[in-house]
């Protein structure tokens, strides 16, 4: 496992880290009492990167949402490029090359890696208050 941590430019330590800090951020904004697991994080990045949040959602919908969380994940990878947005606004992903075979526990760790990339990313963007 080790040389799989290699390539993802952080340490096993600091990836758990990050990834608990991630997950304390999302249980403090929406006032939880317990740690979101990653099917909770890709659910609310796909909520995210849908921009339209309604009070409930159907279980395929669901599945859609967090779909589109991992395609816009693993476009950091170059593995998805955005293709746009259909009639209803919902984003859609072009697969750009094949992904490589991983096991389960390196799929996760790939997950959780661009899931910490993308709440940086979002901490570092200036807010509408800032810009004014």
């Given at each position: 496992?080790?040389?799989?941590?290699?390539?993802?430019?952080?340490?096993?330590?600091?990836l758990?880290?990050?990834?608990?800090?991630?997950?304390?951020?999302?249980?403090?904004?929406?006032?939880?009492?317990?740690?979101?697991?990653?099917?909770?994080?890709?659910?609310?990045?796909?909520?995210?990167?849908?921009?339209?949040?309604?009070?409930?959602?159907?279980?395929?919908?669901?599945?859609?949402?967090?779909?589109?969380?991992?395609?816009?994940?693993?476009?950091?990878?170059?593995?998805y490029?955005?293709?746009?947005?259909?009639?209803?606004?919902?984003?859609?992903?072009?697969?750009?090359?094949?992904?490589?075979?991983?096991?389960?526990?390196?799929?996760?760790?790939?997950?959780?890696?661009?899931?910490?990339?993308?709440?940086?990313?979002?901490e570092?963007?200036?807010?509408?208050?800032?810009?004014?």
């Open positions: 496992m080790k040389n799989f941590y290699n390539t993802i430019d952080m340490d096993e330590w600091e758990d880290f990050e990834w608990l800090r991630v997950r304390h951020l999302i249980k403090e904004r929406f006032r939880r009492d317990t740690l979101p697991d990653l099917n909770a994080v890709l659910f609310l990045i796909g909520i995210q990167e849908l921009g339209l949040w309604q009070k409930a959602y159907t279980k395929e919908e669901k599945q859609d949402l967090m779909h589109i969380a991992v395609c816009r994940l693993m476009s950091n990878e170059g593995y490029a955005f293709a746009g947005r259909d009639a209803d606004g919902w984003p859609h992903w072009t697969p750009v090359r094949a992904m490589p075979k991983r096991d389960l526990r390196e799929q996760e760790l790939v997950l959780k890696t661009n899931v910490i990339r993308y709440f940086k990313e979002l570092t963007e200036p807010s509408a208050a800032e810009e004014e």
